[in-house]
């Protein structure tokens, strides 16, 4: 990618993370202040992107979709595009906790095609490496403790439908109360993951110049969390509960237990640097 | 000191019986006055409740406590001796502990587990106290029975099911939303059950009620009552997306919820659980709308087996509460014999206090005048040396208390000190 064109992007992505900003807050807080900045944020975020990607389009002289970087980038514009219109159209602000991360991962990933100097410290690299290994730790924590209170749920909902009162029903906590932990732990896990997966992108950026985004590792990883972002979509806008929304926790961990089994190799990365 | 227990019960005597015995809040502090009036009686206490009446007194050694509590309650009640004989039970020493903490825990009771017993056990030993029956050893002992029953609640779950259709229902409630402040409740029809369950929400916590009747005159009545909202009775289904607990109890002979309106419902509530009570015969609701996701329909016998589940569950932890009250009553009679050889051990006491003083006296004569701080130093050291010799056996009289063959042991102390009995 052209180098003005990356500058342009990197600003969009910049103008999209307020949009995450306001996923993130709506998810941990349950505000919805931020929204009318954060579109906004998105709007103005979606024109540097069309600078960006017009830029590119102009210096190579042919349309931006020759490589992994520049589809993302265009896709992410359409997707962008797309949304700013159904706002418009039929102001579904709930749609927006799902399509402002989306949008913001996917420009970010974009910008990370064009090579960059090699570390310059160490000790940064495996601070970072670390910062990474933690959060994504802290987030699969997160998500065990939804899945536990998801399956939970499913004890204590079959126990209130089925209408005999056995053993579980008396000593399981209130749905309400299983919900109400499900949705903490499950947008606190979805924050912890969003910045581990920033952390790792930017990191796989840094140690594997443009050849991060080929990694099938790298790409389980993105897999895994499009669809905690899927489960996070379900339940904050449809209101996912009980057996869907179990079965959706129960896979969105195994994928994280996959996607953690892959990158097992990283912790030795940071013993033997 | 004797201890006697004797009373009528909902298992024992008819409700003829018991209203016969039965002593009303007003009058205790004069029948209380008669029986400690009564000769050889030291403490007395009377529980009278509407499943029970029972007196508690203790007395001196030498008196008759069933003779005299038989007289006492054929002078003050119309009831024949032989009546009440067939009636009564009697309950002496440890089996009157025993009686009176299973009453207190509420284990005794026509419900087991309910908490009411607890609060007029208290009433009868505030009376008992106020007239002063109750000075002093049955005082440590009542206090004693509330502590067992606030330890049976607090570590079974004796009280914590409900045992009625009305609280099931709220219980059910709870068990859906966890906390019910500002839930909104709907009410369909008219009823004593309904509005009696609708109460129990709101007083847990449910902010608003909306009412609903065909006749919409019977709606604003009742919506009064609850101060809440009168609803048209077509306009009742488009409410409910707002509604999280709907109460149907309406003479409807056909369905007035069927399945396809509350998946309608539902979907509208994004997928918000909501709790239908069906309490109407012939029911109200569509039985299929179980089937919905996160929603949950109860109608009369579904609740009815809920609390029967619960009464099944107060059962099982009534026979852990019944493990706790014999270990009380053990701790108490531990606590008894205890205090059955305190002269014993005040014997013990004062004719070693009786010997030093002797001996520091002899040791002035002969060896005195002493300045003050000689004096002061002497006292101290015999006192060291009678409280060590002193200390073994008031330890070993404390601890044979306890055991059923430690009256051995006892006997044995007091010959070596020749102490008398």
């Excluded at chain 1, 052209?2 to 500058?7: G, H, Q």
């Excluded at chain 1, 969009?12 to 900003?21: C, K, P, Q, R």
């Excluded at chain 2, 009679?333 to 050889?341: C, G, S």
Aim: a positive charge; charged letters at 20%.
């Amino acid at each position: 990618m052209a180098e003005m064109s990356v500058i342009w992007l990197r600003v969009a992505a910049a103008l999209y993370s307020l949009g995450l900003l306001h996923s993130i807050l709506m998810l941990v807080r349950r505000r919805e202040h931020l929204f009318r900045v954060a579109l906004g944020a998105f709007g103005l975020g979606a024109v540097f992107h069309f600078v960006s990607i017009v830029d590119e389009g102009i210096l190579s002289n042919r349309c931006p979709i020759a490589n992994t970087y520049e589809t993302l980038s265009m896709c992410a514009f359409l997707v962008a595009i797309l949304h700013l219109f159904v706002q418009w159209r039929y102001k579904m602000a709930s749609l927006s906790a799902f399509i402002f991360p989306l949008v913001f991962v996917m420009a970010l990933m974009a910008t990370l095609g064009n090579p960059v100097g090699a570390w310059t410290n160490p000790v940064v690299r495996n601070a970072w490496l670390t910062v990474h290994i933690v959060l994504v730790l802290l987030g699969f924590a997160a998500l065990v403790v939804t899945a536990v209170a998801s399956l939970l749920y499913l004890f204590q909902e079959r126990e209130l439908k089925n209408k005999k009162p056995r053993k579980f029903y008396y000593r399981l906590p209130a749905l309400g109360a299983l919900d109400d932990l499900i949705s903490k732990s499950m947008g606190v896990g979805f924050v912890l993951m969003t910045l581990a997966v920033i952390a790792a992108s930017t990191w796989a950026f840094i140690e594997h110049k443009t050849a991060w985004i080929s990694q099938p590792d790298i790409a389980i990883s993105f897999f895994t969390w499009g669809t905690y972002l899927v489960l996070v979509f379900l339940r904050t806008t449809a209101g996912w509960r009980g057996r869907k929304a179990a079965i959706m926790t129960v896979t969105v961990l195994g994928f994280s237990a996959i996607t953690w089994v892959a990158h097992s190799r990283l912790g030795a990365i940071l013993l033997r640097q | 000191m004797k201890l006697f227990l004797t009373g009528v019960s909902h298992k024992t005597a008819p409700v003829e019986v018991r209203e016969c015995l039965a002593f009303p809040e007003e009058s205790l502090p004069k029948a209380l006055k008669d029986l400690q009036a009564c000769p050889g009686v030291t403490e007395a206490v009377i529980l009278s409740t509407c499943n029970r009446v029972e007196i508690t007194i203790t007395t001196e050694d030498g008196v008759d406590p069933q003779a005299t509590i038989d007289t006492f309650l054929t002078d003050h009640k119309a009831i024949s001796p032989d009546t009440l004989v067939a009636h009564v039970y009697r309950h002496e020493g440890r089996e009157a502990i025993h009686h009176l903490f299973r009453v207190a825990a509420s284990l005794d009771s026509m419900v087991v587990g309910e908490p009411q017993i607890l609060g007029q056990l208290k009433v009868a030993y505030t009376a008992a106290k106020e007239t002063g029956a109750v000075c002093g050893w049955m005082d440590s002992l009542l206090t004693r029975a509330f502590n067992v029953a606030k330890r049976v609640r607090s570590e079974t779950g004796i009280g914590q099911m409900a045992v009625s259709v009305s609280y099931a229902a709220v219980e059910l409630a709870r068990k859906i939303f966890g906390s019910l402040n500002g839930r909104t409740i709907m009410i369909v029809g008219a009823g004593k059950m309904s509005e009696l369950a609708a109460r129990h929400l709101r007083r847990s916590g449910a902010t608003h009620v909306f009412v609903t009747n065909r006749t919409y005159d019977r709606a604003i009545e009742m919506a009064k009552l609850f101060q809440g909202t009168p609803v048209e009775y077509s306009r009742f289904v488009s409410m409910l997306p707002e509604v999280d607990i709907l109460i149907a109890s309406s003479g409807a002979t056909e369905y007035i919820l069927r399945k396809e309106d509350m998946h309608r419902v539902i979907a509208a509530r994004r997928n918000k659980p909501a709790f239908l009570i069906d309490i109407a015969v012939p029911r109200n609701i569509d039985p299929g709308v179980n089937d919905l996701d996160n929603v949950f329909l109860y109608d009369i016998d579904d609740l009815q087996e809920v609390v029967n589940a619960n009464l099944r569950e107060r059962m099982k932890e009534a026979d852990r509460a019944e493990e706790l009250v014999s270990e009380e009553v053990e701790r108490m009679m531990a606590r008894l014999k205890v205090v059955e050889v305190t002269p014993t051990i005040v014997g013990l006491q004062e004719q070693l206090e009786g010997i030093r003083a002797a001996e520091v006296d002899k040791v002035k004569r002969k060896y005195g005048p002493f300045t003050q701080q000689q004096e002061e130093a002497l006292e101290a050291a015999t006192r060291a040396i009678i409280n060590k010799v002193a200390h073994g056996p008031i330890s070993e009289l404390r601890v044979q208390a306890g055991k059923p063959e430690g009256v051995h042991s006892i006997a044995l102390i007091k010959r070596v000190f020749h102490l008398q009995d």
